[in-house]
């Protein structure tokens, strides 16, 4: 009997071991289909948006860079905000919010990450990173430093943060951000060793210790994607603002007016 309790305990225990190992491969290996949700465009695909825009198509290391810039609705255009955008779709699916910005005379440049709408080329964290400094020295061409305003929402926000930590600017605004990615998959998965297995950091909370800008966080608190506890973490560094929006999920924001009064409140520099 005990043998066979023995046998019995020891199939269960590699049966638990191999269940551990294998969702471990299966989490690294299908990490991009968790964090990214891409809808790809062709490239001769048309743009139907009401706002004023220009595209461009930018060749960066034999890949395609697609960017929308939606024009300001004033006479003067204050400045440029560069909007990186959350981890959905492409482009279109966050056009409507470039007339929270357009409206108070910025011009909002809105790029798509690689294997997004019309962007093309294998996606990489440097990759992202890469492609924001582009956008930001195209930007710096245009206008002062002091003139552009860095934007980052949802998966954006590792992003933004990033370009705000490495480049001047008027200042940072965070839409639902997160503390880091490893925060984001021990939040889901924490009993694996996530960070071993992430091949994307966005340590959003390192970044922010480095950027000399005004930074602004706006979060609700009943974000069911990203917990609004990890804003409160960011909270807690040095020159960051936390606006919290009362019951607030993650994608419906721009849809409370306390939300476009504090962005309109920025807006006004």
Sequence with gaps: MQDKAKRRIKRTLIGLVTF????????????????????KLPADYQYQFTDPFTELNITVDDRNLNVVQFKAQTSNRKGIVLYFHGNMRNIERYADQAPLFTKSGYEVWIVDYPGFGKSTGKRTEQAMYSDAQLLYRMAAKEVADSSIIIYG??????????????????QLIL?????????MAK??????????LMNYRFPVYEYLQKVTAPVTILHGTQDEIIPYGQAQQLAAIKGVQLITIPRGKHNNLSGYAQFQRVLAGLLTH
Aim: proline share 9%; with cysteine.
């Design 153 to 170: 929402r949802s998966i954006g926000t590792g992003v933004a943060a990033y370009l705000a930590a490495h480049v001047p600017c008027q």
């Design 187 to 196: 939040h889901y998965a924490p009993i694996f060793p996530v960070k071993s």
């Design 175 to 183: 839409e639902t951000p997160y503390y880091s990615i490893e925060a």
């Design 20 to 39: 551990y190992i294998t969702s471990g491969v299966v989490l690294y290996l299908i990490q991009d289909l968790l964090f990214f949700h891409p809808k």
